[in-house]
């Protein structure tokens, strides 16, 4: 039996792992994808302190070494679910079960696809997911944000500040987002909406040129010429393998301390609830994660 | 009138400040040291994601180049207050007064020093404040904990699971950390309580090599060999100049979003109510500050 596993070799898992090692717990993480986190994805990462300007490859890659150097061992599974049994919990992968008196659950999330024609070949190439990472590329240039919802406006604001012309594209004539959100993006001189309108084509060369749009209510088909297309369409965060209590799309809820409404399992990054979904916050999450962790895993020790 | 003053240029601020210039916002950071950062002192750190095994200095250096890339502007001024006036927030500083919309505090937090001889001398090279930053450097070393309070017994469990014995030096013949603690502080083999007795001085070449202990009943002076004192008697946070609401030593009671109980007035990193002094968490501060003072000042201009 392990003191800790780790589901998760992205940001907040390497460095819970990171911190549970130096802890002196033995502690394994796993993780079924060849290169795991979200942030892989990135083509810049300009906020994540240390690095002014790296890829979101390489930036993975540090982070692996770093959890190497370390002596973090990552153990390469598909996990199917976790099993609470109070002081020890069933980790059942793919290739067997494991158990351990911890589990740190960090898993991420995903944001949902569009599904439409150029969205994976223009990723990183001009179609992105999040204005905070990605955002000031497009300073004095003209953007799409598709959604209606909080997360579309709030980062329709955001860009507003920073590109020359920002469209809000959204399928029906009213938004999700909040009223207050709603007022400050209407006062916006440089936010337009365009209403019942669905993107249905990206297309370019090397980067995105135009977006094909749709107006769902008479099907009459426009191009717009446009430098990045920003898609909130949800947020989807894998949390399924674990019965603990999750709020909104199955973001699972924690307390200051990580720790989720089972003893024992913790959460840490994209896949807990949270207000942002950055490096930064991730890797602060897993080391709280496994700092509570350790204290857990001591009292369980100390009772036994 | 700037949008957003960030006192402080540590890891909290620094990228508090990276956060805020990528939003669009007119920000300025004041710090009055030229190497700011209590990480600055550190000999070796090693859990910062990223950089496997970096110097406090060195890597306070790389935030500083980060930020300047930014376009982070970081002005010299020793802070001596900041005033809530509703919308517009006057920082007074040696320099005369600045005027911003919204303020992040970042400004860190000292330990307190015992004040011996030797303390100053071997900061670093065996003198240490922080057993999660600096205990994994003592494996199967000899080590003191100074102190009886929460954190004392805390980092002497943590430092149990690395170190070969642990001697927990306290003035006092009982403890002040939670009961729980202090049971499985007593359980372990190789914790040893030194009662009522205090450290006089730290000796050593190049490193720590003893410490020479008086009991304070009895006078009595011992000479004990080992290898690192980490020392809890206390953290002084600089908040001095905030009339906000504070707890304990004065640490600043922020919500999740790191807004403090005036509004427009947020703190980030070890000046900041929470259970670690870690760059991880300093740095996930700032960020989560700058974006809560970014929906702060786009509400602020919104209403005016």
Redesign the interface.
């Known amino acids: 039996m392990h003191d800790l596993i780790i589901i998760g070799g992205g940001?907040a898992g390497?460095?819970a792992g990171?911190?549970a090692v130096?802890?002196?717990?033995d502690t394994l993480v796993i993780e079924k994808n060849v290169v795991p986190g979200q942030i892989a994805t990135a083509d810049r990462v300009?906020?994540?302190?240390?690095?002014?300007?790296i890829s979101g490859m390489e930036?993975m890659n540090?982070?692996k070494?770093?959890?190497e150097?370390?002596g973090v061992i990552v153990h390469s599974s598909d996990v199917r679910s976790v099993k609470d049994g109070g002081d020890k919990k069933v980790i059942v992968t793919d290739n067997g079960d494991l158990e351990a008196l911890a589990v740190i659950i960090a898993t991420g999330a995903n944001p949902r696809r569009l599904g439409v024609p150029g969205e994976d070949t223009f990723l990183t190439k001009g179609v992105s997911y999040c204005a905070?990472c990605d955002?000031?590329f497009y300073a004095g240039q003209n953007v799409i944000v598709v959604g209606g919802g909080e997360s579309a406006v709030?980062d329709a604001?955001?860009l507003s500040?920073?590109a020359e012309n920002v469209y809000v594209v959204h399928r029906r004539d009213e938004l999700r987002a909040c009223s207050?959100l709603q007022?400050?993006a209407f006062?916006k001189e440089n936010i337009t909406f365009v209403w019942d309108t669905v993107v249905q084509e990206i297309k370019g060369g090397e980067f995105v040129e135009k977006a094909i749009l749709k107006n769902t209510k008479t099907d009459e088909i426009t191009e717009m010429e446009i430098d990045g297309i920003f898609i909130y369409v949800g947020i989807t965060p894998n949390t399924s393998i674990a019965d603990v209590e999750k709020q909104g799309a199955g973001f699972i809820v924690t307390d200051?301390?990580m720790e989720s409404s089972v003893s024992g399992i913790f959460a840490a990054g994209d896949c807990r609830r949270t207000?942002?979904w950055?490096v930064?916050?991730a890797?602060?999450?897993?080391?709280?994660a496994a700092?509570s962790a350790?204290?857990y895993i001591?009292?369980v020790k100390?009772e036994n």
């Not at 130096?22 to 717990?25: I, T, V």
């Not at 890797?283 to 709280?288: K, L």
Request: hydrophobic residues 30%.
């Open positions: 940001p390497l460095t990171i911190y130096r802890y002196g717990l300009e906020n994540y302190p240390g690095f002014p300007s930036l540090k982070f070494e770093h959890a150097k370390t905070t955002g000031p709030t604001l955001i500040d920073i207050i007022k400050r006062d200051e301390k207000s942002m950055q930064v916050t890797v602060s999450d897993g080391a709280v700092i350790h204290e001591t009292s100390f």
